[in-house]
């Protein structure tokens, strides 16, 4: 028998029944065992299906659950779809095909392609967020946020295409047009459900020392909510119809108060219309219009040409009663801080550049500390000494800050406060396909929710999803479905017809796998103490802030309400790197395989031309039309085979390329394995065990790259040792060791393998291997000899050799003396095994 007898299809296609069958990875909880959680980010069942991107995470936490059911560990590891989506609504309205009905083909064909690749989930723990059995508990989770306060409505600005007669979600507005017509997408304020996220903006930020998390990703998470320390200032209009009205603004710097020249309002502040003065009304209003034209990102887009227009009012600067101009400008968000700022072009970049474009005056109130100058045309923005200003003048930025801070309160103008770039979340959609927002509009009660004994409220079963016309939710048009009884007085009333965003299946998924199938609430306290929280979670960088934010919030709130026991769900989390889409066009931009290339160190050429081809790699990923499905590389290769290859690819958070040729190296590797144990099946084994060693530092390594998620030196290791065994010969414990290795990356191979050596039942019910600490330590090592930290030598020594002896050795070493003579020598210092630093 030979290695071409390891036919992938067959052994996979015999394995995954036979795990099927016995019911393999279902969930059991022993209480005498410790639990392992881990959770993949659940995907959304698009149409084209899993990419070969997606499969990079759910093969590492695959590996791992395996290896930890073989040490002994209760393994929870579920998958469900989070299924609530834009694509699907879009999809029905040109087509009249039901979203439900697209909905569940995705995710057959999502499950089918999973189930290929041999992955281990519990399948009887399977959740879809648009079942109305899960749906039930998102809303009931919504009505514990209602009833806490932390849900309320408000007015707020959407995309608007006035063609199409709909709103449009973010991503649906391309170039500031509508996607699907190309007309310009305008704001229209609509009335909307927000979730008062600000409100656990401290407890955010603090809970983040309790995970283990990527230091960029809990960076990001720090940014968003953006906790500022400063001051709170009133600034009162002079002069007008709203004299003495009170403008507030909160600024990080108050010590540049008397540099603060003019001020800037969002173009929607309420007092805009108030303010303005005859002469300024036509400008101010055109600046209006135009500004509603634009999305908030385009507003805050910092290298955008400055543009505002003067209201005609003022201000008063209370610090030394000066009037200063209130201009409107894109820049200011209204939904950000106050709406308002203070403008001190001195000493902020923007401000500078609106400054020297209005011709408005710039008055410099900080000083470099060390006294240089400051570069002409720039603005100082960095901490100093105050200079022009009163009462402050000659202290330094945090001194200044403080006792300004405390002139403020005293007079009344202002005090010490607290900020955040956090936003409340506007939690609603104008959509069909999502979940109904479990509210009801009575004309007598007002917002009534609806009683958790009539949830789910479901989506009406209806033939069309045209927009309404009014910007409001398609099932604003469902008469039959809007129209209902007030629960409180019984008079009639209206159903709220926006929906929830996706966000809303996605902030609590990990808590209804705990138990998927109760039907009396979301999850037994029994279950969430047995679990939670999360172990290990993977997905991918993309969803560092809002998803992680929005799911943190939630859980925090249940936490409170005493429906969890864990500050934070996710205890430790890792992003997989991208795997890059790369292709090799020549000059006339046709498309080569890799078939048709010789890459050489300074680039890719066409073997048959020597001609140097264009190289542009870009993230794979549905959107892009650039993704290569799993089902080619498994019919073509076998699973094992893509599986091996995700995780030997590269360093698994690092970014990567996807090569169809390295593809193959991973293929030789498992037929050399299948032929090591034919051979020794037919011929038997040697009888000495002369690879202990290796063996035992092999598994080690093996074990512990795992626990790093370092998985492709851990392949490196194991492809090592089938290296060293063909040469060698293997033993039984070889074979049965290394079996058990490459088992988790390569499963179905792995059972095969154990079966061809004579053993019954499932690799995965089985010990993981162990290693005697004493078998993985060299007889000989290398001793590195350093003279003051710099590195002038190295010798062989027996391992654990005596310090003296190192010592001695290193002292006379004959590279080592000519640093070291004439010196004196002021300690030795000797680190067994690895150096010998010597001080001199």
């Not at 399977?126 to 009931?140: F, H, L, R, S, V």
Request: charged share 25%; net charge negative; aromatic share 10%.
């Amino acid at each position: 028998m030979s290695s071409n007898n390891y036919v992938p299809s067959e052994i996979e296609h015999k394995w995954q029944a036979r795990w099927q069958e016995s019911k393999l990875f279902k969930t059991e909880f022993d209480s005498s065992k410790p639990k392992f959680y881990a959770l993949d980010m659940f995907p959304y069942p698009s149409g084209s299906g899993l990419h070969v991107g997606h499969c990079e995470g759910y093969a590492a936490t695959d590996i791992i659950t395996r290896v930890k059911r073989m040490q002994g560990y209760n393994v929870l590891h579920p998958m469900g779809w989070d299924a609530f989506g834009l694509p699907a609504e879009n999809y029905a309205i040109k087509t009249g095909t039901h979203p439900r009905i697209v909905t569940e083909e995705c995710i057959a064909n999502f499950k089918r392609q999973i189930n290929s690749i041999g992955f281990a989930y519990d399948w009887d723990r399977e959740i879809d967020t648009t079942d109305p059995a899960y749906y039930k508990w998102t809303q009931w989770i919504f009505l514990q946020l209602y009833k806490k306060g932390l849900a309320y409505e408000g007015i707020v600005p959407i995309n608007w295409c006035a063609s199409c007669k709909t709103g449009l979600a973010n991503e649906e507005v391309v170039g500031g047009k509508c996607e699907r017509c190309g007309t310009l997408a305008e704001r229209k304020d609509m009335k909307q459900w927000i979730l008062k996220i600000t409100a656990y903006a401290d407890r955010l930020l603090e809970d983040l020392v309790e995970v283990d998390w990527p230091e960029s990703t809990l960076m990001m998470q720090r940014n968003w909510i953006g906790r500022s320390e400063g001051a709170e200032v009133i600034f009162e209009i002079a002069g007008g119809s709203a004299d003495g009205k009170e403008i507030k603004i909160f600024t990080t710097r108050p010590d540049t108060l008397f540099g603060a020249t003019y001020m800037v309002l969002a173009p929607e502040h309420a007092l805009v219309a108030e303010i303005t003065t005859g002469e300024q009304a036509e400008a101010v209003k055109k600046y209006q219009d135009a500004a509603r034209m634009k999305s908030d990102l385009e507003r805050a887009e910092l290298s955008k040409e400055k543009s505002g227009v003067f209201t005609g009012a003022m201000a008063v600067n209370p610090v030394n009663g000066e009037q200063i101009q209130i201009w409107i400008a894109d820049y200011v968000l209204a939904g950000y801080g106050t709406g308002a700022i203070m403008s001190v072009p001195a000493h902020d970049d923007r401000d500078y550049e609106f400054a020297v474009k209005f011709n408005l005056p710039i008055t410099q109130v900080v000083a470099p500390a060390d006294g240089s100058e400051i570069p002409a045309g720039t603005a100082f923005t960095a901490n100093g000494v105050s200079i022009n200003s009163d009462f402050i003048t000659g202290l330094p930025t945090d001194g200044a800050k403080q006792k300004m801070n405390a002139w403020l309160e005293e007079k009344g103008c202002g005090k010490a406060a607290v900020s955040y770039k956090l936003r409340d979340w506007i939690f609603a959609r104008q959509r069909y396909w999502g979940e109904p927002i479990p509210i009801i509009h009575c004309p007598g009660c007002g917002i009534v929710p609806v009683p958790e004994e009539s949830l789910p409220v479901t989506l009406p079963n209806v033939d069309k999803y045209e927009p309404s016309g009014t910007g409001e939710s398609p099932l604003a048009n469902i008469d039959v479905w809007v129209k209902t009884q007030c629960p409180q007085c019984g008079a009639p009333s209206k159903r709220e017809t926006n929906t929830m965003p996706q966000w809303a299946g996605s902030c609590w998924y990990y808590l209804r796998f705990l138990d998927p199938n109760n039907k009396t609430e979301p999850w037994s306290k029994e279950a969430e103490r047995q679990w939670m929280n999360v172990d290990l979670y993977v997905g991918g960088a993309e969803h560092a802030v809002l998803h992680l934010l929005y799911s943190r919030f939630w859980h925090k709130v249940l936490y409170d309400l005493g429906y969890v026991s864990t500050k934070e769900p996710f205890k430790k989390l890792r992003h997989q790197g991208v795997v890059l889409a790369s292709t090799y066009t020549d000059s006339a931009g046709k498309y080569h395989e890799f078939s048709e290339i010789e890459f050489k160190e300074d680039g890719a050429y066409i073997k048959a031309t020597g001609e140097k081809l264009k190289v542009e790699i870009e993230k794979m990923a549905k959107s892009k039309l650039n993704g290569v499905s799993p089902d080619e590389v498994v019919e073509k290769h076998g699973a094992d085979v893509l599986r091996i290859y995700e995780m030997f690819m590269g360093e698994f958070e690092l970014p990567k390329p996807w090569d169809p040729r390295a593809i193959e190296g991973c293929s030789r590797f498992l037929r050399r394995l299948y032929r090591l144990v034919d051979e020794f099946t037919e011929k038997g084994g040697i009888g000495d065990d002369v690879n202990a060693s290796l063996r035992h530092k092999t598994i080690k390594k093996v074990s512990n790259d795992l626990e790093a998620m370092k998985f492709n030196t851990a392949v490196a290791a194991m492809m090592e040792f089938v290296n060293e065994l063909t040469s060698n010969g293997a033993s039984k414990e070889d074979l049965a060791a290394l079996v058990k290795l490459v088992s988790p990356y390569a499963p179905h191979l792995g059972d095969e393998l154990w079966e061809k050596l004579g053993n019954s039942g499932f690799l995965i019910n089985t010990p993981w291997p162990t290693w005697d600490e004493a078998l993985t330590q060299d007889s000989i090592v290398t001793i590195v000899i350093q003279v003051n930290g710099k590195l002038r030598g190295d010798f062989q020594a027996p391992h654990d050799a005596a310090q003296e002896q190192l010592k001695s050795t290193a002292l006379s070493h004959e590279k080592v003396k000519p640093f070291i003579d004439g010196q004196t020598i002021r300690k030795v210092i000797v680190i067994p095994n690895k150096l010998v630093n010597i001080v001199v």
